[in-house]
């Protein structure tokens, strides 16, 4: 068992509705875990969103609060509801309707990482996927909401990043032939999940700091942005994948001799984010 479920690193002092949110880049793999797996150490790592936490580390310096998993994805994705439990893995779980998510692996415990190789020798009761929910992913979204609701008592409103990346080959063939390939996709379930003037700003941060950005394709956010998402309640949800090869080699799983030159300019876009959330501070205080 980890000792925690995530880490919280608050500012000094708290100035946006923004909050940062980093679901997939835990790293603390649990030796029992390791021992009923078929992977080796690197391929059990291939869907961890490896070293997002540090990219965005220097959000706390800016005013707002960062959280990030502990527990790694392969062993729970806290990006999934608590419903979607995989019958094909966990022993007693009642047939639901049809789920893509879980019927290619990636359910709340996922069969399956990256590129669809099998985790575990066997099944796993019902009663440990519970257990699993019940120590991480509960505290996780507990503390998550607890900052939300942090921003929208303070506020009038909050914005959560949905800090991820992605592979770079699942850029491929984003945009027509021949295109560049964006460096970030923002997800924001084509609308639903964050006000248009919302996402424009986020954008607008990354394309000012020279990176591109598309919307949606090819992900478009998933649970966390969909159970958060709630812009007609003035709480915003957008999902951020930067692109792997901009800071790491996917094969070996190291940094980029240009990580620490990729990392400053992340906080210079942090910062531009960050102020978004201090407009609707200065609208509350004019009222």
Not at 14 to 37: C, E, I, K, M
Not at 46 to 64: C, I, K, M, T, Y
Not at 120 to 129: I, Q, S, V
Request: hydrophobic share 40%; with cysteine.
């Amino acid at each position: 068992m980890l000792k925690t479920a995530y880490t919280l690193t608050r500012p000094q002092v708290r100035t946006t509705s923004v909050v940062f949110a980093s679901p997939h880049s835990g790293r603390d793999y649990p030796d029992a875990f390791l021992r009923r797996s078929v992977l080796n150490a690197s391929e059990i790592r291939s869907s961890e969103d490896a070293f997002v936490d540090q990219l965005f580390a220097a959000v706390p310096d800016h005013g707002a609060p960062l959280l990030t998993a502990t527990a790694p994805r392969a062993f729970l994705d806290l990006n999934r509801g608590v419903d979607e439990l995989d019958q094909a893995l966990i022993e007693g779980v009642r047939r639901n309707a049809h789920n893509p998510r879980i019927a290619s692996g990636l359910g709340v415990i996922p069969r399956v990482v990256a590129n669809g190789r099998q985790i575990y020798r066997g099944k796993l009761t019902l009663a440990e996927a519970h257990l699993r929910i019940a120590q991480y992913w509960r505290p996780y979204h507990d503390q998550l909401q607890t900052l939300l609701d942090e921003s929208n008592n303070a506020y009038g409103e909050a914005i959560l990043i949905d800090c991820h990346s992605m592979p770079h080959e699942a850029l491929e063939n984003v945009g027509p032939p021949g295109s560049a390939r964006p460096d970030v996709v923002l997800g924001d379930r084509f609308g639903s999940t964050a006000a248009a003037s919302v996402v424009e700003q986020v954008e607008a941060a990354f394309t000012s700091a020279g990176l591109r950005v598309a919307r949606n394709m090819p992900f478009a956010g998933a649970f966390i942005t969909q159970h958060y998402g709630r812009p007609s309640r003035q709480q915003h949800a957008i999902q951020v994948e930067v692109d792997r090869a901009l800071y790491m080699n996917e094969r070996t799983l190291e940094l980029n001799a240009d990580f620490t030159a990729f990392q400053a300019l992340l906080s210079g876009v942090i910062a531009e984010i960050v102020d978004i959330g201090r407009v609707a501070d200065q609208k509350v205080a004019a009222e």
